[in-house]
């Protein structure tokens, strides 16, 4: 998939979680953060919570792909932990938003990728194992 249209598809996810979605943590409504904000894509209007959250036009599955490596990396160095994760699954009429709490460091496969336009060659990684991870179905739709 090209990126314009990864970007995309991953900016009407996002905006589909803020809509059918409500905080985990405190069931208030959720909020999309700025684009290109590190980390975390939305974040609670009423508590501290804030996840990544990753759209995936497939069944769900046990590796997606993450984001850059160089802000992960220096987060877990620093002695934090991965943020919670959203992945936000679509697939013939059926949309299934998974809460992923806790991805342990060893569940994240960082890559080497290059940028075909530019040439610029950047780390990233995966978030793999993801079907040996415990996870909340917040929303499901059979029909969508």
Not at 2 to 25: M, S
Not at 75 to 97: C, D, M, R, Y
Not at 104 to 111: A, E, I, M, T
Request: hydrophobic share 35%.
């Amino acid at each position: 998939m090209e990126k314009n249209h990864r970007k995309k598809a991953g900016a009407v996810g996002e905006q589909e979680v803020v809509d059918l979605v409500f905080c985990p943590n405190c069931s208030k409504k959720l909020m999309l953060l700025p684009e290109s904000y590190p980390l975390y894509d939305i974040q609670c209007t009423a508590c501290s919570f804030r996840a990544q959250v990753k759209t995936n036009l497939c069944r769900p599955k046990a590796e997606i792909l993450g984001a850059g490596w160089d802000i992960m990396e220096k987060v877990l160095k620093s002695g934090f932990i991965t943020p919670p994760l959203i992945a936000n699954f679509k697939w013939n009429n059926h949309q299934e938003v998974r809460f992923y709490p806790f991805i342990p460091k060893k569940n994240l496969k960082k890559r080497f990728t290059t940028i075909k336009k530019s040439g610029r060659e950047l780390w990233m990684f995966n978030y793999i194992g993801l079907d040996k991870l415990p996870y909340l179905i917040v929303y499901k739709n059979e029909n969508s």
